[in-house]
Nanobody, 114 residues
Framework: VRLVESGGGLVQAGGSLRLSCVVS????????MNWYRQAPGKQRELVAG???????NYAGSVKGRFTISRDSAKNTVFLQMNSLKAEDTAVYSC?????????WGQGTQVTVSS
């Protein structure tokens, strides 16, 4: 199983980016698909998650600006990020939690210039 993120990059404050995470290989019993981020010198934090029932949750700092979605047919999870701020700068990683397993991608850098 591999998780491969894409879509990161450099953007000005106020801009938008769309991250994608493609899951290759078969994962049974997916519970939730998450996006985490880790900024330099800070702990990793949960940004957003979407369950197998399509319920979503967001960190307070991104609520109203970020939207998580999934395409089950393509085994892909997305993170649409709007109104980006300098404090959103971090490495964003995809995570899939399933029964008895936890999968991570390598991460994609998002840099927001102010």
């Amino acid at each position: 199983v591999r998780l491969v993120e894409s879509g990161g990059g450099l953007v000005q404050a106020g801009g938008s980016l769309r991250l994608s995470c493609v899951v290759s290989g078969s994962i049974s019993g997916i519970i939730v698909m998450n996006w985490y981020r880790q900024a330099p010198g800070k702990q990793r934090e949960l940004v957003a998650g979407v369950t197998s029932n399509s319920d979503t949750n967001y960190a307070g700092s991104v609520k109203g600006r970020f939207t998580i979605s999934r395409d089950s047919a393509k085994n892909t999870v997305f993170l649409q990020m709007n109104s980006l701020k300098a404090e959103d700068t971090a490495v964003y990683s995809c995570n899939v939690k399933a029964w008895g397993a936890d999968y991570w991608g390598q991460g994609t850098q998002v840099t927001v210039s102010s």
